[in-house]
């Protein structure tokens, strides 16, 4: 049983690679390969489960479960022709069913995902396979090479892309990587209750944990310059802000001036090396946020949220049917705007045009109650491990959800299957071994 399992888990990490190199999953191929894969991997999964009672408690028990598939129930409504609350039910069924398969992604982290050696090897896997993402685009950002591979043209604008299309995208998935990195080493780091200081704590690791953490400090690295120079202003204003709350959460009950201090030191490490590395470009792009977000009658961004709300109070409360965001705004589309949106560019006011104002409140009641929830028991935690790689998990649910606020990340198909997936592993980690402290 252990050997299917481990297979199953090795099957699910191939899913996230195949999907991530593929164009973040959003060719069509790579979209119906998840999809039946993940499909299949479900029923196997729950048919070689040990304790299968256990693993449908810890789905109940996970804040993410109820809200997930009320979400899920509102959309499989969408694609009911004869309930007609869809403009185009055909398009909401395909979009139902990449929803689903979150779900099933969401649901096999929460089965496989279960145990302290499965959530730390799947962490260090996304770990290096991110810093490697991260190198990619890092070559693409100084070199200016518009290819990827050699075969696929991506835009040229000096810019981190790694195997996705879309940089904001790329910056995402770089920040789910980075908070599960930041979180693997807070874990490996000596309790802190036998050492006052990070100092202290650093010196103390053995010869192969100061390998493990020169390579986990590296991969960091990576990944904070990756998100740094994909450009991404929302990328780049999410990633700072969940890190703060991470550094406040994390020296929480602990002599705060000493913390304070060495957390400075390794931001300011970052940010020193990015200016070293010219940051020029970077700056240019904030400077351009200003008209392109405030200006509501000009500036594209603003322009955009303005006419989509307008287009909420078409069916505001059910919403015109999940996936249908492309058809229903050409009615509200600004003159100045002629490119072909298709979709809002911030997925809360999108959720609030496909499911109505009942799908937005479902969705921020239940990002409330997740992160509620999982506090709650992680200021409860004295496991080391459990308390630095759960805050860094949640970290990177926290940094995309804000993310979301200025974009449609979470509509490219590899990183909806690896947030569900965070969704799933994060309380795995939290809850972990509770009853052994």
Request: aromatic residues 14%; charged residues 15%; positive net charge.
């Amino acid at each position: 049983m252990i050997m299917f399992k481990v297979f199953f888990e090795f099957c699910l990490i191939s899913i996230l690679v195949i999907l991530t190199i593929a164009f973040a999953g959003n060719t069509d191929l790579a979209h119906a390969t998840g999809e039946v894969t993940l499909f299949l991997l479900l029923p196997l999964t729950i048919l070689f489960q040990n304790n299968f009672a256990n693993g449908v408690r810890k789905i109940s028990e996970n804040p993410a479960t109820k809200f997930f598939l009320a979400i899920l129930l509102i959309s499989l409504l969408h694609g009911a022709a004869w309930l007609n609350l869809s403009i185009y039910p055909a398009y909401s069924i395909s979009s139902a069913r990449t929803l689903v398969s979150c779900f099933y992604a969401f649901l096999l982290s929460v089965l496989l995902l279960n145990e302290r050696s499965a959530i730390i090897r799947f962490c260090v896997f996304l770990m290096i396979f991110g810093a490697l993402e991260a190198g990619i685009g890092l070559s693409q950002a100084f070199s200016g090479r518009n290819t990827l591979f050699g075969i696929i043209t991506l835009p040229k604008d000096w810019r981190a892309y790694g195997t996705f299309y879309n940089s904001d995208h790329f910056a995402a998935f770089l920040e789910m990587c980075f908070f599960t990195s930041l979180g693997i080493l807070m874990s490996i780091l000596p309790s802190s209750e036998r050492f006052l200081h990070w100092r202290d704590r650093v010196h103390s690791l053995k010869g192969k944990e100061k390998n493990i953490f020169a390579l986990i400090s590296l991969c960091l690295l990576l990944l904070f310059l990756g998100i740094v120079f994909t450009k991404s202003r929302m990328g780049i204003i999410s990633t700072f802000s969940a890190l703060a709350l991470f550094v406040i959460f994390f020296i929480q009950k602990k002599r705060m001036s000493a913390h304070k201090r060495q957390i400075t030191y390794l931001i300011a490490i970052f940010i020193i090396t990015a200016l070293w590395l010219g940051i020029d470009p970077i700056i240019e792009r904030f400077k351009l946020a200003g008209s392109d977000l405030l200006d509501l009658e000009k500036g594209s961004r603003g322009a955009l949220w303005t006419a989509s709300v307008r287009t909420i109070k078409d069916a505001p409360l059910l919403g015109s049917g999940i996936g249908t965001y492309r058809f229903v705004f050409t009615e509200h589309q600004p003159a100045h705007l002629r490119a072909l949106f298709t979709h809002a560019h911030n997925d809360y006011i999108e959720v609030a045009v496909e499911f109505g104002i009942t799908g937005l409140l479902l969705l921020l009641a239940g990002g409330i109650y997740y992160f509620r929830r999982t506090f709650k028991i992680w200021r409860e935690r004295h496991n080391a491990w459990a308390r630095g790689l759960g805050l860094g998990i949640a970290g990177g649910i926290f940094s995309v959800a804000l993310h979301s606020g200025g974009d449609f990340v979470l509509r490219s198909y590899s990183n909806g299957i690896l947030f569900s997936m965070l969704l799933g592993i994060g309380y795995n980690a939290i809850t972990m071994e509770k009853h052994g402290e």
